[in-house]
């Protein structure tokens, strides 16, 4: 599919030091099985009001809705983290029914969901729900159970979009769960901060820095045109459930 043609494709969020060190603790087994998942992700945006400069976002024709950007980068990260969705249900809602637009005082009928719930399995292990929400307080959160522990990712400053960077990670790990008797002696500490100027240029800056040394020593270490297929696919089969 790629033809060993060197190429970037816009899955940035990949570049961030919290998801990689997310990654390695997962791999390297400090949370024993991973059990389940629960992910939040919520912006301002995408609800009941638009402006010129956002309509096009509640068309579904432009790929650019609440679940094409902010579920898809999302879901992008989850995945990259944890690996491929092997079931998948699908819920959503258009709440608002009709769409304001600010600027010019018109209205339009919302034919684009502002909330979406997913829930289902990856990997046929690892339970997973996903709720995707527009027009509300944002936020992104991104809650990871194991056996002998949990892993927590939120996001500073957040308007819904994990690919804009100031990532947080927090763990809270324990041994013996059946001995616990209550959440108050287990709290959830930071082990990870994305450094200030580790933003969205910074993970540009990183793809392009990597882009450079692949072209130079003939390596392929950046997501490539099969991963953003693979997203593709999958939002696609969110969508079809969704219309049945």
Known sequence: MNANIHHVIGLQSRQSSVLNQ?????????????????MQVATQGKGKFTTNRTTYQFDPNNGATLLDINGGHALDLLTFLLGDFSSIKVSSNDSFKTIHNAETKENYKQITPNVWEIIGKINDTISVNVSILGGVLPEFTLLIRGEYG?????????????????????????????????????????VAIEKEEESLQSYFNSIYDKLSQDIKK????????????KLQLLLQQIKVIQNK
């Open 150 to 190: 949990s892993l927590k990712i939120t996001q500073k400053n957040s308007a819904g979009h994990p690919q804009f960077g100031d990532l947080v990670l927090e763990e809270c790990l324990h041994k013996d769960v059946h001995l616990i008797k209550s959440s108050e002696d287990y709290i959830f500490r930071k």
């Open 22 to 38: 997310t990654k390695n603790i997962i791999k390297d087994g400090k949370l024993g099985g991973i059990l389940a998942v629960n």
């Open 218 to 229: 003939g390596t392929y270490s950046l997501p490539n045109f099969r991963e953003g297929l």
